[in-house]
């Protein structure tokens, strides 16, 4: 027979892991955003000093040096910035989930149980 309480009580038990995951993801997402508006002004900055330095170069060779070596640093920087971006994203997915994990494995154990009865 259906119970309305035991009812209620899953339907609240559900709405606090969603909650929860929801509000893991939106911290995760604020946290990646907050990163790359930072990553993105520091590449500005970075770029604007650069194109400086290149007004000021005294040759060509001068120029070409500088050029090179702004250019190993920022792609050095930009596979940094996205590898930690892609950690955040990694961890984001990690802590969406682990709200999910208790519910999952009871309704798991009580599949087992019942496949093996």
Known sequence: MFNFDDANKKSKEAIDVAV???SALTKGFQAIATEAADYSKKSFEDGMA?????TNAKSVEAAF???TNYLK????GFVAEA???GEMYADLAKDAYKPYEVPVAKATAAAKSAAAA
């Not at 640093?73 to 050095?76: G, L, N």
């Open 50 to 54: 650069h194109f400086e330095k290149l």
């Open 73 to 76: 640093a920022s792609y050095e």
């Open 20 to 22: 929860k995951s929801y």
């Open 83 to 85: 590898t930690k971006i």
């Open 65 to 67: 040096e500088l050029q």
